[in-house]
């Protein structure tokens, strides 16, 4: 009988998706393999790299419709992509080493940062009482990575090398705390932001035993929600360090979220099927 009980288990964790209620916003295929770092402007229009070809961002508006938002100068591939409290999109672009900033008024795109000693910049987080980005900067290669802030004036300043392969990035909503992942070493680590913006008091928040993570988003009330590249999950971490929930989509390599205004729902970017898929939270 014990063989009969599992299949029903089995069967039972495939259908959770579908129970909570998990729906596709886009037509398998209309992004990338690249698909990563989805963001929301100030009025609701959503954001990821890589739409259609590689060195793209997409935009989909209010009412679910899709088009190209901007090419990025040749030779550019942007990962994240998150907005700043004086509204301009700032796009880490891996290929480049540099942190683009992108003018809505115009689709017009400079070079904000630039620093030739980062081995990829990768995803994004920025401060909304400092305007500082702080940016993650993984080596793939040798499982390694890096920790960057870019000042307000394009100023760019290592924080920590030799990590493990830094990668999801996150403030919370005070500002006060930085998360910071490590892929491949699957632990999750917190910083005290101190009020010059710098992170310190580096602590071991959160580990797991197998896959790894990749983009990482915090909810008003300080819990995480951390891509489990390779699960096919997001799982949701309390302020202290507590594994709350899972939530299971229909492909597995989930590599970014971005959690809407009201935070009724998040929208996972899902690179092996190259759409969004919605989770309600």
């Known amino acids: 009988m014990w063989y009969i009980l599992a299949i029903f288990l089995f069967l039972g964790t495939q259908s959770s998706a579908q129970s909570r209620g998990v729906r596709d916003l886009l037509p398998e295929g209309s992004f990338t393999k690249g698909m990563e770092g989805p963001s929301f402007d100030a009025n609701g229009n959503l954001y990821a790299v890589n739409y259609q070809k590689q060195g793209t961002i997409g935009v989909i508006d209010k009412d679910g419709n ?3 938002y901007v090419s990025l100068p040749y030779g550019s591939v942007g990962n994240g992509i998150r907005f700043g409290k004086d509204g301009f999109m700032y796009v880490a672009d891996y290929t480049g080493h540099n942190i683009l900033k992108i003018d809505p008024s115009n689709r017009s795109i ?3 940062a630039h620093e030739p000693k980062m081995n990829q910049p990768n995803d994004l987080a920025i401060s909304m009482k400092t305007g500082i980005i702080y940016a993650s900067d993984p ?19 290592l924080v920590e090398d030799g990590m493990g392969t830094t990668n999801g990035i996150e403030v919370n909503s005070e ?6 992942n490590e892929s491949v070493q699957r632990k999750v680590w917190v910083y005290d932001i101190n009020h010059h913006g710098i992170p310190v008091n580096k602590r071991l928040f959160y580990e797991f035993e197998d896959y790894g993570m990749d983009g990482m988003r915090c909810d008003s009330k300080g819990n995480l929600y951390i891509t489990r590249h390779g699960k ?7 302020p202290k360090g507590r594994l709350v929930r899972e939530y299971y989509v229909k492909g597995k ?3 970014n979220i971005a959690i809407d205004k009201n935070e009724r729902r998040a929208y996972i970017t899902v690179a092996d099927r190259g759409c969004f898929e919605v989770i309600k939270l």
């Open 232 to 238: 096919g999950s997001v799982v949701k971490i309390s």
């Open 66 to 68: 899709v088009s190209l």
């Open 175 to 180: 500002g006060t705390l930085l998360y910071v």
């Open 110 to 112: 400079t070079v904000f």
């Open 139 to 157: 080596n793939w290669s040798d499982s390694t990575g890096k920790l960057w802030i870019v000042k307000k004036d394009g100023t760019v300043v």
């Open 253 to 255: 390599n989930t590599t």
